[in-house]
């Protein structure tokens, strides 16, 4: 059951006001904003704005729009059969920014199943609404990753370059390994692909032998991307048993996985830590113990000045809300607010409000609005 609700709470609570859960970073004690519950989903994955709406997927293959206005839930149709076992379903999807002149169209993603296994596929369609209906057409598939066996490390985050040229798209190596340092799979990889999915122009590793489309490697489950307003394009992922990363993705550079991690493998073996020299590009930011990543959003708004261009991160395991202080190209911890739930999907709305996923569990999955708190 799908239901609405109307109600806000202001937090403000003390650091004796819940108790820190296994596996969690720190926490800081006040939170300096307002949620309001706007709706709650079945098991959301994914949201982005959409003129006058929010966009949110399912994990099961199902995709809403929610008006900004009254909370509202409009079922659009027309959304491939995704396979939703296991880490799989219906995931990210992306509205291109006015650069890339594709009015009406929005990006997604999500897993399928076929011979050899399953795999993340990358697609586009026109989204059409008549403020009580919505339906997707012209679904075309752009890009397939190879198929395995499995249900797990799917990725499937998508990003757009600020000039709208190309897309930044995740595969993440399916827990696998081994295909993270494959210069002939695209899994454990960023790829740069055209607005039509196909491997970009001068990209950097297919001089070396490697696929044309492979942007960066060396990665493990992709779970964020984002560019900010300087043009830097950011990564987080989830690594094994602690390790969980925010990365500066550089061009050709090898992010290490499995060779190097923070963390080590959950039967307990050890896994080299990133070091000066290694080979590898070491991570910005990293959590032992985990966060348990999931989303990804730079913020730009004014709503909330003081936070303008640090990154805003979903944590799973550790039922938060993180903040990431960007400076440039360096980037350090900052604040960690215990939301009560496994937060999946952070997003930026055109107010300036932040917009939360909760994964499920205590409720099928709340769409929460965080506003500045009245001082």
């Not at 952070?346 to 009245?374: F, H, M, N, Y």
Request: net charge neutral; glycine share 12%; with cysteine.
């Amino acid at each position: 059951m799908i239901r609405r609700t109307l109600f806000a709470v202001t937090l403000l609570a003390s650091a004796a006001c819940s108790a820190q859960p296994q596996g969690a970073g720190p926490k800081t004690a006040a939170k300096p904003f307002t949620v309001t519950e706007i709706a709650d989903f079945d098991s959301p994955w994914a949201m982005t704005p959409w003129e006058m709406y929010m966009l949110v997927t399912e994990k099961k293959g199902a995709m809403k729009l929610v008006p900004f206005e009254d909370g509202r839930i409009i079922d659009v149709t027309g959304v491939p059969a995704v396979d939703s076992e296991g880490q799989g379903g219906l995931m990210d999807v992306v509205v291109p920014p006015d650069a890339a002149n594709l009015s009406g169209m929005l990006y997604f993603s999500y897993s399928e199943a076929g011979a050899g296994g399953k795999g993340v596929v990358l697609a586009r369609a026109k989204l059409v609404e008549d403020g009580t209906t919505a339906r997707l057409e012209n679904v075309q598939t752009l890009w397939r990753a190879p198929k395995v066996p499995g249900n797990g490390h799917y990725s499937g985050r998508i990003a757009f370059s600020p000039d709208g040229r190309y897309l930044f798209f995740t595969a993440g190596e399916r827990q696998k390994f081994t295909p993270a340092q494959d210069p002939k799979l695209p899994l454990g990889k960023v790829l740069r692909l055209t607005l039509d999915g196909k491997p970009a122009p001068g990209n950097p590793l297919a001089a070396r032998g490697f696929l044309p489309e492979i942007w960066s490697y060396g990665h493990r489950n992709l779970l964020g991307i984002a560019f900010d307003a300087k043009g830097n394009l950011w990564e987080q992922e989830m690594g094994p048993k602690g390790g969980d990363e925010v990365n500066l993705i550089l061009p050709g550079r090898n992010y290490g996985w499995p060779n190097a991690s923070n963390g080590s493998h959950y039967d307990g073996r050890d896994i080299p830590d990133h070091k000066a020299g290694d080979g590898y590009e070491a991570p910005k930011v990293s959590w032992n113990p985990v966060i348990s990543p999931a989303g990804l959003m730079i913020y730009s708004g004014a709503m909330f000045p003081q936070w303008r261009g640090d990154a805003f991160i979903g944590g799973l395991s550790s039922k938060s809300l993180v903040r990431v202080d960007l400076n440039g190209t360096s980037a350090a911890k900052g604040d960690q607010w215990d939301m009560g739930a496994r937060i999946r999907e952070v997003e930026q709305g055109p107010d300036g409000a932040i917009w939360l996923l909760e994964d499920g569990g205590e409720s099928q999955g709340r769409l929460l609005k965080l506003t500045a708190a009245k001082k």
